[in-house]
């Protein structure tokens, strides 16, 4: 515990010099102080305990100082915590890689280590631009992507993330102009709207002369809305971006490691894109990670082209100890118990979310994997909402018109219930 003035004086120099996520300077909602986060848990400097059912953002699927993890980082950190990447090459990473490679769908053969996800989204953008100019056609330049979907805060994905939630008005001029098509029809058990279909395989159709690419998050939407889709959608995409030679990226960088209940929310629709992005709980939340992977056809038609070479480098590409903590985390999965355990959240929190249907206010609760979601017709009091979520021991960073949980895997069925419940009374105060 730290002393109240050390406190004071510490959150006075953050509101003087720290600059938060996605707020002013200084933030308008002062932040916490956090000490120590243990299993599911966040100490505050002051004392208190919440259950953090954020993961910090969707990354902690293990949980905190979790002890397969923590020795990893400390074995590798004993070695060599980091070299470049350039010219060098080591163990930790190249395992991760052949591991990636293993575990998501097939034909994905080659990894591009980043430093974090939106740089994975900016590879992946470079990667299909740069493959249709290595063939010789420098007419394949836009992007396709459904609207509602996020892809990261750097200049090329925030092209591609929802216009509205990636303040495209603001950014006319600078940000390249993107294809858009209608958000997906709602719901991952929902029947599938021909009409949609119809859509989004004419603008293919009728765009794919000037097409690099179609971009989407697969199954859900995360930060532009925790919106779930049906699998078959991205069935139709595989087949009319093969069909009129569009290149098809999935960021799965939200979805990957299990979130949805699939290892990858490929897995939901059994197809495989020609560009994958992962990030997010690559490492189990430890390090800033992230990986772009690459069939053949797309490596070999950039390295055989007029510049035969990919001109990405990150100074930590390829991090030792970041790598060390992600095939920890994968060889955590690997195990097969995320399974259950995700299966286990999602049961819980569809019945610990299910009283907020009778809410006044509240107008969608839905559940996938261990995805829990509360919509109100109306925008989140963010201060109200965090003043009722922590005085019940819960953390949770509701945005929009949005109350959500992506807890840890391993969090307990009581903690699920003490999150639950906060999320149901704070959808009637906020
Ligand atoms: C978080 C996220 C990103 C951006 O990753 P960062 O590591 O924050 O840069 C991109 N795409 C999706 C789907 C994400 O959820």
Redesign the pocket.
């Known amino acids: 515990m730290t002393s109240e003035p050390a406190i004071r004086e510490l959150l006075r120099l953050d509101a003087a010099h720290v600059w938060h996520p996605y707020g002013p300077m200084p933030a308008t909602v002062p932040p916490l102080l956090v000490e120590e986060a243990s299993g599911v848990r966040l100490r505050l400097a002051d004392g208190r305990e919440l259950v953090d059912g954020m993961s910090s953002?969707?990354a902690a699927i293990h949980g905190y100082r979790n002890p397969v993890l923590d020795a990893a980082l400390a074995e590798q950190a004993s070695r060599m915590s980091h070299v470049m990447f350039g010219g060098l090459t080591h163990e930790p990473a190249i395992r991760l890689a052949t591991t990636l490679v293993d575990l998501t769908p097939e034909g994905l053969e080659h990894v591009f280590l980043c430093d974090?996800?939106?740089?994975?989204?900016e590879v992946a953008l470079k990667m299909c631009l740069q493959y249709w100019r290595s063939l010789g056609r420098r007419d394949k330049v836009r992007m396709l992507t459904w609207r509602g979907?996020?892809?990261?805060?750097?200049f090329h994905?925030m092209s591609v993330c929802d216009p509205e939630g990636g303040m495209h008005a603001l950014w006319r001029g600078v940000l390249p102009e993107q294809l858009f098509v209608p958000t997906p029809p709602s719901g991952f058990g929902t029947p599938v709207d021909e009409s949609y279909v119809d859509t989004l395989v004419r603008a293919v159709e009728e765009h794919a002369d000037e097409l690099a690419a179609v971009v989407v998050?697969p199954v859900v939407q995360?930060?532009g809305g925790m919106r779930f889709h049906n699998p078959a959608y991205l069935r139709v995409l595989r087949e009319v971006t093969r069909e009129h030679d569009v290149l098809l990226v999935f960021?799965?960088?939200?979805?990957g490691f299990g979130r949805t209940g699939a290892l990858f929310a490929a897995d939901h629709a059994g197809v495989a894109p020609d560009v994958l992005?992962v990030?997010?709980a690559l490492t189990g939340g430890y390090l800033?990670m992230?990986a772009t992977l690459c069939t053949r056809r797309v490596a070999d038609g950039i390295s055989r082209g007029e510049v035969p070479v990919l001109a990405h480098g990150p100074t930590f590409m390829g991090n030792p100890l970041a790598a060390a903590v992600a095939n920890a985390s994968l060889d955590l999965l690997s195990e097969g118990t995320w399974r259950d355990e995700v299966r286990r959240v999602e049961r819980k929190l569809r019945e610990g979310l299910a009283p907020a249907a009778a809410v006044p206010g509240v107008v969608d609760v839905r559940v996938l994997g261990a995805i829990g979601v509360l919509q109100l017709d109306h925008a989140v009091d963010l201060a109200v909402a965090t003043e009722e979520l922590t005085s019940r021991g819960v953390w949770l960073r509701p945005f929009r018109d949005l109350i959500y949980t992506m807890p840890p895997y391993i969090t307990s069925d009581a903690d699920l219930e003490l999150v639950t419940e906060a999320m149901v009374d704070t959808a009637k105060v906020a």
């Open positions: 953002w969707w974090s996800g939106s740089v994975s989204v979907g996020y892809h990261g805060d750097t994905p998050e995360g930060a960021d799965e960088i939200a979805t992005c990030g997010k800033t992230a």
